[in-house]
Nanobody
């Protein structure tokens, strides 16, 4: 059974940092592109970032480019999202998502984690 378990969310002040983690199991993690998606209160889903299976290629939404960094450790079956210079508008539930395949530029959402809450507020 494919499982994705996010952690690392919490309350942080504007300008602060957080690192989200996503522990993956039940599939060959190193064979799939992985994605971060978020949902702000009373808003729709927003794609945040994606990474190719090897970890050497990444893409970001314009809203987070230059502030967030996606990475992965295939030996640990773990996906990360380093979030710096956080803004109140980054407040959302952040989801780790397994792609259907390996192409990080053509996103096909497959399995979702349960999400982790990030709140940016003073």
């Amino acid at each position: 059974e494919v499982q994705l378990v996010e952690s690392g969310g919490g309350l942080v002040q504007p300008g602060g940092s957080l690192r989200l983690s996503c522990a993956a199991s039940g599939f060959t993690f190193s064979s799939y592109a992985m994605i971060w998606v978020r949902q702000a209160p009373e808003k729709g889903l927003e794609w945040v970032s994606a990474i190719n299976p090897g970890g050497g290629s990444t893409t970001y939404a314009d809203s987070v480019k230059g502030r967030f960094t996606i990475s992965r450790d295939n030996a640990k079956n773990t996906l990360y999202l380093q979030m710096n210079s956080l803004k109140p508008e980054d407040t959302a539930v952040y989801y780790c998502v397994k792609d259907l395949g390996s192409d990080y530029k053509v996103l096909e959402y497959d399995t979702w984690g349960q999400g982790t809450q990030v709140t940016v507020s003073s």
